[in-house]
Nanobody
């Protein structure tokens, strides 16, 4: 079993920064990838960024150049800069582990003045 604990969500002004963190515990050997997804009301859950155990990263086009994902395959962080109101969503941590997906409980991020 794998457990994910997210932290770092909250309210930020447009143009501001926020960092999300997610710590994995339990049977975490062999994690293939860690990432962040987000879901705004009425929308589907979309990929924000992912990093593989080999260090390869992918960022959604909408956050490229503003967000940065990093991980040691035990924790995964998402540094969000130059935030926009459209970044408002519930952000979910995700890991890919032996063919299975595990999800965190989600953390609310609101960008508003």
């Amino acid at each position: 079993q794998v457990q994910l604990l997210e932290s770092g969500g909250g309210l930020v002004q447009p143009g501001g920064s926020l960092t999300l963190s997610c710590a994995a515990s339990g049977n975490i050997l062999g994690i293939a990838a860690m990432g962040w997804y987000r879901q705004a009301p009425g929308n589907q859950r979309d990929l924000v960024a992912v990093i593989t155990s080999g260090g390869l990263t992918t960022h959604a086009e909408s956050v490229e150049g503003r967000f940065n994902i990093s991980s040691d395959m035990k924790t995964v962080n998402l540094r969000m800069n130059k935030m926009k109101p459209e970044d408002t969503a519930v952000y979910y941590c995700n890991i890919r582990h032996f063919g299975l997906n595990y999800w965190g409980q989600g953390t609310q991020v609101t960008v508003s003045s």
